[in-house]
């Protein structure tokens, strides 16, 4: 029984510490779509469509992310991390937009 015990306590508290950690680059789940986000510590935002490079500045609350556009306008998503994947969820034009991205490691 202790054998089972400790594996299973490691992976509970893993998963509560990195449960909101947005930090690290994130590859879109959408196969028609090559999108990666790149979200760092100081604020910055870096969103990489096909072959278009977009940067933003973010700020993060308990389950929110406000997005600064480049207008000046600002874009509030709600968002939770389940094991690597990111789920955001916002509205546009009265409907319910819900995007998902898996962790991507960067080998250097």
């Known amino acids: 029984m202790i054998k089972y015990t400790l594996p299973a306590l490691f992976l509970i508290f893993s998963n509560i510490s990195f449960e909101n950690n947005l930090k690290g680059l994130w590859k879109s789940t959408d196969d028609n779509l090559v999108q990666y986000l790149e979200f ?19 700020k993060k609350t308990d389950k929110f992310i406000e997005i600064e556009l480049e207008n000046g306008s600002l874009i509030e998503s709600s968002f939770y991390i389940v094991s690597d994947t990111l789920t955001i969820q916002y509205f546009e034009n009265g409907k319910s937009i819900t995007n998902k991205y898996v962790r991507k490691k960067i080998a250097l």
Request: hydrophobic share 20%; no cysteine; aromatic share 10%.
């Open 40 to 58: 760092s510590d100081d604020g910055s935002l870096t969103e990489i469509i096909q072959n278009q490079t977009l940067n933003y500045k973010y």
